[in-house]
């Protein structure tokens, strides 16, 4: 990986899709940390966040959707009003996101977290 910022940026803008998933990692909270043995994981749907950064800081709720091409993640009531006083939501960066609660519907992202957590108490 080089060093220079000009080409670690090309390499963020070009990034396929499925590489993508793992750069939109956001932290854990403390409990899930120590729980999984893994300091963070991709973002989903559906996971409860709470916003670290920003003018949004310290709200918790649900993420609503996650936009890998432009690496954005919506939570919900997070949104901004327009000049015609239309609320649209606001895009944060998954860097800037604590998971708290994790959604385990998904049997193959709930398999992977149990694999952390069996390398995490060895």
Do not use: W
Not at 58 to 63: E, L, P, S
Not at 66 to 94: C, F, I, L, M, S
């Amino acid at each position: 990986m080089s060093k220079k910022a000009r080409k670690q940026r090309k390499r963020l803008e070009n990034a396929p899709h499925h590489k993508r998933r793992k750069i939109m990692s956001s932290t854990l909270s403390d409990k899930l940390r120590e729980k999984y043995g893994t300091r963070s994981i991709p973002i989903k749907k559906g996971d409860e966040v709470e916003v670290m950064r920003g003018s949004f800081k310290g709200h918790v709720d649900k993420v609503a959707k996650v936009d890998r091409r432009n690496y954005k993640v919506y939570v919900e009531d997070v949104t901004v009003q327009k000049a015609d006083e239309a609320k649209v939501p606001y895009g944060v960066h998954p860097s800037n996101l604590r998971i708290r609660k994790l959604e385990l519907s998904d049997p193959l992202r709930k398999e992977k977290i149990q694999k952390f957590q069996k390398e995490g108490n060895k």
